[in-house]
């Protein structure tokens, strides 16, 4: 099972018991997804609800944005590095120089992936390579990553065909061709169906829609937004057709689409999406189409934001479903949606407000369910969306749960705080001001951190003071973690949440932490980030040289190519090219992954641009089940 996906494929290799400890609980949501289409719930699925509830799987889903790991492996910034980790003496290194050349792209990289691809017919390792080479985005001197991909969609296995129609759009390389055999396969058009040797399979279709998606994220011009948007409308309006997996791909394929304001005929077509998203959102269907539903509030503030002018009409609607106004929407997941969707609408209501005031409204309303819902989920993303929102109430709010006595609550306010003071960080930044600490909410959380005892509220705790950047409690989060390295999910949460404060003499602790990690990937894999975030450019070096054994065991080996793929660099090309051609099985498969990510185009991760502020509980089985969804490839 743990096969399909070359990211976090390490965390079928785990066991059950431990994935309920750990982030590897992940899998459990994976497991449990169909579980919200049912009315009625199991004991055994109940339990799994409540596992769901954890604040690691909205981090899970959102870390991207706050760890932007490619800005800071290629930053301009003179590093320390070694040739041999364990005896040459450290000697600095021009940081550009890491960055991936189009040389060694086109020379070393594409032509390795391509002989992987050509030369095997193993279904998951064809797959990688694939999706390998559409994260690089390049075509060769020699061959056409279109050419590549098209013969695969009538190959044998689903997942290569499935795969195939994503990496088309996914590449991103502007090309009509492309857009157009994405559409017919969309669509399951004549011409589509000349692709595929036959009918196209809805899951073939599904993953067509998240490529032409992804293609229209990067190609902002009028006519490929407005054919993009045709297809979506296309799939989404037609009531002949039940498939949920079609319907929300086509909701997320509009959320992805990228309009110029400042042109008349994209601001149009932004108003016809959001039109088109509106009136399938407020249809009255009933609980099965209310799961499809509840995508479209986070695909909306994925189109518009906290400025745009019909900003308050959807803030109203989704009000409306929280508030239960309308008795036969009863689906859990459409107050979860509309939960998310506030927080990224609502504004800082001004001082004084009158009563009336709709952002005024939305905090008081956020509030209220933060103590109250009956749903824990419901509560606990309004938890994130007050930090996301920000402001002196909803501060104090956040305060007051962290300090208070709901055991569940505290970890999700921790965090909560944590994003409010990384988003006042980054406001700063962007507008040239000097940084200013941001002390109540720092010792605030230092306070609760040194008192926690559970492993779950000071692994929160951590990321939290990371986010706020803190380093007062750097020395408390250091002890911690040399204190407690046998307890991995906490040990591996307080390496990151140091790399995320920038607390740079914890270096040497964070590598004896992943020194000492030979057995434990979840350590392995966040202190080679945190050591990446500290500038600590010997984590990829330390990956190859410490693990890279034949006899390693699979989860370490899946966990060591993951980090690699995030924190490598060019000088990490060549081993890794050594290993696709040395490795067989699924060594090979991960290794390929690996590739892809260090030579990516993209700034962040490209299933960032799907799974940032989306409602995960609602999730089917083409977005992610653990193997064989969009968000599982890597």
């Known amino acids: 099972m743990p096969e399909r996906g070359a990211g976090f494929a390490f965390l079928g290799a785990m066991h059950l018991p431990r994935l309920a400890r750990t982030f590897a609980a992940i899998t459990l949501l994976w497991l449990s997804l169909p579980c919200p289409a049912s009315a009625q719930e199991s004991p055994q699925r109940s339990i799994r609800a409540a596992q769901l509830t954890s604040w690691q799987f909205w981090w899970q889903f959102n870390q991207h944005r706050f760890l932007n790991l490619r800005q800071v492996v290629h930053n301009c910034q003179p590093i320390e590095t070694q040739d041999d980790i364990w005896i040459s003496p450290p000697r600095r290194v021009d940081p550009v120089a890491l960055v991936p050349t189009d040389k060694e792209i086109h020379d070393s990289v594409l032509p390795a992936l391509k002989r992987e691809l050509e030369s095997s017919t193993q279904r998951h390792h064809v797959s990688a390579c694939m999706l390998a080479m559409a994260k690089i ?62 009918p196209v399979r809805h899951r073939t279709r599904t993953f067509a829609l998240y490529g032409l998606g992804l293609y229209a994220n990067v190609h902002a011009d009028t006519p490929t937004q407005r054919r993009a948007l045709k297809t979506f409308r296309k799939v989404l309006e037609d009531k002949q057709l039940r498939d949920r997996n079609l319907k929300i791909a086509a909701i997320h394929g509009m959320g992805l689409l990228s309009f110029d304001r400042d042109d008349a005929a994209a601001t149009a077509l932004l108003d016809e999406a959001l039109d088109s998203l509106r009136r399938y959102y ?271 065991p699979l989860a370490i080996h899946a966990a060591q190519r993951e980090a690699l793929g995030l924190v490598g660099d060019r000088r990490s090309i060549t081993p890794l090219i050594y290993e696709l051609r040395e490795r067989d099985g699924f060594r090979s498969t991960l290794t390929a992954a690996a590739l892809g ?16 502020n989306f409602n995960y509980r609602a999730a089917v089985e083409t977005l992610t089940n653990l193997h064989s969804g969009v968000l599982d490839l890597r």
């Open 597 to 612: 990510n260090v030579a990516c185009k993209g700034k962040l991760p490209w299933h960032a641009r799907i799974s940032a």
């Open 137 to 198: 985005g390049q075509d060769h001197k020699d061959f056409a990553l279109l050419d590549i991909f098209t013969p695969r969609l009538r190959s044998k296995h689903q997942q290569v065909r499935e795969t195939a129609a994503l990496a088309m759009g996914l590449a991103g390389i502007a090309n009509q061709k492309a857009l157009e055999q994405l559409v017919a396969l969309s669509l399951d058009t004549p011409a589509g169906q000349e692709l595929t040797g036959g």
């Open 282 to 552: 407020t249809r009255r269907t009933g609980p099965g189409t209310q799961l499809v539903q509840s995508h479209c509030p986070t695909a909306i503030t994925d189109l518009i934001h906290r400025d745009h002018p019909r900003r308050d009409e959807f803030m109203r609607v989704f009000v409306a479903d929280i508030t239960g106004t309308h008795k036969q929407r009863t689906m859990p997941d459409l107050a979860r949606s509309c939960t998310l969707a506030l927080g990224q609408l609502g504004h800082v209501p001004e001082r004084p407000s009158p009563p009336d005031n709709l952002d005024m409204k939305c905090g008081e309303l956020l509030r209220a369910n933060a103590a109250s819902h009956a749903d824990d989920q419901t509560r606990f993303f309004s938890l994130m969306a007050l930090g996301q929102i920000g402001g002196w109430r909803n501060e104090s709010y956040l305060l007051d749960i962290l300090d208070g006595d709901d055991a569940t609550a505290r970890p999700w306010a921790a965090l909560a705080l944590g994003v409010q003071a990384f988003s006042r960080h980054k406001a700063r930044a962007d507008a040239n001001e000097g940084p200013q600490r941001e002390l109540e909410i720092g010792e605030a959380l230092a306070r609760q951190f040194d008192n926690a005892r559970q492993p779950e509220l000071i692994s929160a705790l951590a990321i939290a003071l990371g986010l706020t950047r803190h380093d007062d409690a750097g020395d408390a989060m250091e002890q911690r973690l040399l204190a407690n390295l046998a307890n991995e999910e906490q040990a591996s949460y307080l390496a990151l949440g140091l790399g995320l404060m920038g607390y740079r003499t914890s270096i040497e602790t964070i590598r004896e932490a992943m020194k000492s990690a030979e057995t434990r990937p979840y350590l392995l894999f966040r202190s080679a980030i945190a050591l990446a975030l500290l500038g600590d450019r010997s984590a990829p070096e330390r990956l190859h040289k410490s693990i890279g054994f034949a006899d390693t």
